[in-house]
């Protein structure tokens, strides 16, 4: 497979019309840590933009990086067309934090409320109770933190992110402790988000999820961007299962010049190029098999998923197809 790359920048101090988020050639050392090495990318307003990788990849610094809380070594970062170094920048950022902790003394609405005013923002009360309705704690707003789950924790975190109207929303794990019921609310906020032309960075390990919402993915590994693009060229590919006995040599031979083979006993998964004719492919292949006396049990046709292709390009690390 062929990496695509992100949409990069084409010269530097120049920000694409319509792109919220501009990195070019981020760099960070933590002593003699590389932990972020020349990372390019970007994100369009309205666009759904997923970052994944193996823990250690970078995706925190980076996160980091583009927020202010960590000085990059090299590299330019805009946010919504501004120097991220610009504190206006990240006026109209809303942040989700993996890791956060929120004054267990205050009740909900309060710490909401809190949240505003150190934004600097004038959001009514009624759009505050608003925002806390729709990640779900509308009937706790007047509840101590304190005596919140960590979902609800979850859900207030995100409340905060959204509450000062921003054009763009980081979300670091944002469903990392959400049931699945949660989990479905942040995708369906995500989407409206997204409606609304608000441009989201989403860091998360929930595969599934990342496959549902996002537009296009960067993939990190050792602080470089491995692959990146969307989910249509990542996926490209399409995965045919067979069972199968009485398999001779050459009817192996067969399947393997078909595409890459992976046998578990019986079973044959063949991963297909993503520019194959499948209507004429498969069957041709299955005629072939039963001409070399193979008995075919079953046959099964699929996309690849991007949990496996993720892992593809990370064992491989250049994003091409394992050998």
């Not at 990086?65 to 805009?78: N, Q, T």
């Not at 505050?128 to 919140?148: E, I, K, N, S």
């Not at 609310?185 to 919402?213: C, T």
Request: with cysteine; proline share 5%; hydrophobic share 45%.
């Amino acid at each position: 497979m062929t990496t695509v790359s992100a949409a990069e920048p084409t010269s530097v101090g120049q920000s694409p019309d319509g792109t919220a988020v501009w990195c070019s050639g981020l760099r960070k050392r933590y002593r003699r840590r590389l932990a972020v090495d020349g990372v390019s990318f970007s994100v369009g307003r309205g666009e759904v933009v997923g970052l994944l990788g193996p823990n250690g990849a970078g995706k925190t610094t980076v996160i980091k990086s583009l927020l202010g809380l960590v000085r990059p070594d090299a590299g330019e970062i805009l946010l919504l067309g501004r120097p991220a170094t610009e504190p206006p920048a990240r006026a109209r950022v809303g942040y989700l934090p993996e890791l956060f902790r929120y004054q267990p003394w205050l009740t909900a609405a309060e710490v909401v409320a809190l949240h505003v005013r150190l934004a600097g923002i004038g959001v009514p009360v009624a759009e505050q109770d608003a925002c806390l309705a729709t990640v779900g704690l509308g009937d706790r707003r007047q509840d101590r933190v304190g005596g919140f789950s960590k979902g609800m924790q979850q859900r207030l975190g995100l409340a905060l992110a959204l509450v000062a109207r921003p054009e763009l929303v980081v979300l670091d794990e944002p469903t990392s402790a959400l049931d699945p019921l949660g989990r479905a609310d942040v995708r369906d906020i995500v989407l409206e988000l997204k409606a609304r032309q608000v441009a989201v960075l989403l860091n998360s390990h929930l595969i599934g999820e990342v496959e549902r919402v996002c537009d296009r993915v960067v993939i990190l590994d050792h602080g470089k961007v491995a692959a990146a693009g969307t989910l249509a060229d990542l996926l490209g590919q399409r995965e045919l299962r067979l069972r199968l006995t009485e398999v001779s040599e050459a009817a192996y031979a067969r399947l393997a010049a078909t595409g890459r083979v992976v046998r578990t006993a019986d079973d044959y998964a063949l991963e297909l190029p993503g520019d194959t004719d499948v209507t004429a492919a498969v069957p041709d292949l299955v005629t072939a098999l039963v001409g070399f006396g193979v008995r075919v049990h079953a046959v099964d046709l699929g996309r690849i998923s991007l949990e496996q292709r993720l892992l593809d390009i990370l064992r491989t690390g250049n994003g091409e197809e394992p050998r």
